[in-house]
């Protein structure tokens, strides 16, 4: 009977101890969870990945030239359309660019003359807008040159080559008038697009060049065998590039 007991004292302490390992169980996993819960509530939220700022562009402020060429855009056409030579007296043979930086030098803005070439022996011809022309006269005027008024490009007295003595007047004159043309043409493969064609129409109204002329002469393929494409004016050209009269109907330097 003791044995009995004995037996059922030690099964109720197991049962005791096996619920007692629950009830710690269940508290360890209470516990746990709760620390989860702390955990999640002290943690604060990953931050959404920000897209950096980008500071705007600010470009560079433009140019006065820029800011002249914009408002012309949608200024009238002015009373005096059209493009005009300027000649003034040159002492000796200077090269384009030479005569380029002179020329800014004394005020004048490089970016309005869109040709220069030496039509004869000490003369060098500028053209511009007929708009600007009175500017530009006035601060060639201010620097003491005088331009040459009653110049002619055609006039076979700028033949001054000695190989075209003998010609007579007539041939003399077809002579200026192939050269001065055929500088007219160069000039304006030099020019961009839409001045090139208006600065064309100007020199047809002059009767210096000829719609067909003209015409043919943007028609003609070039050793490439492509159209013929206008270019910007090169304010650095050397007059070497250009079919001024010298070697063609004017003295060398050495014979100035």
């Not at 009238?76 to 002492?91: E, S």
């Not at 010609?167 to 030099?190: C, G, P, Y």
């Not at 015409?215 to 050397?238: F, G, N, R, W």
Request: net charge positive.
């Amino acid at each position: 009977m003791a044995m009995i007991t004995s037996q059922g004292q030690r099964l109720a302490q197991l049962e005791a101890l096996t619920k007692e390992n629950q009830n710690l169980r269940a508290n360890l996993e209470a516990a746990q969870r709760r620390i989860k819960e702390l955990e999640t509530l002290s943690v604060p939220p990953a931050a959404a990945p920000t897209t950096p700022k980008t500071s705007p562009r600010t470009g560079k402020a433009p140019t006065k030239r820029q800011l002249q060429v914009a408002a012309r855009t949608f200024a009238p056409p002015p009373a005096n359309n059209g493009y005009q030579y300027l000649y003034l007296p040159c002492r000796f043979r200077e090269s384009i660019t030479n005569i380029r930086k002179n020329v800014g030098m004394l005020g004048l803005e490089n970016w309005r003359i869109l040709d220069v070439y030496h039509p004869t022996t000490r003369v060098v011809a500028l053209l511009v807008h007929n708009e600007y022309a009175s500017t530009a006269t006035s601060k060639l005027d201010t620097a003491g040159i005088k331009l040459i008024t009653d110049f002619d490009p055609r006039d076979p007295a700028n033949l001054r080559d000695v190989k075209h003595q003998d010609l007579s007047e007539n041939e003399k004159q077809q002579k200026m008038v192939q050269i001065h043309t055929s500088h007219l043409l160069t000039a304006l493969d030099r020019m961009r697009p839409t001045v090139r064609s208006a600065v064309a129409r100007d020199f047809i109204a002059k009767q210096w060049i000829t719609s067909q002329v003209y015409a043919d002469h943007i028609k003609m393929p070039t050793p490439t065998s492509t159209p013929l494409q206008a270019t910007p004016v090169d304010t650095d050209m050397d007059e070497a590039t250009q079919p001024v009269p010298a070697g063609n109907g004017e003295p060398d330097t050495e014979q100035l």
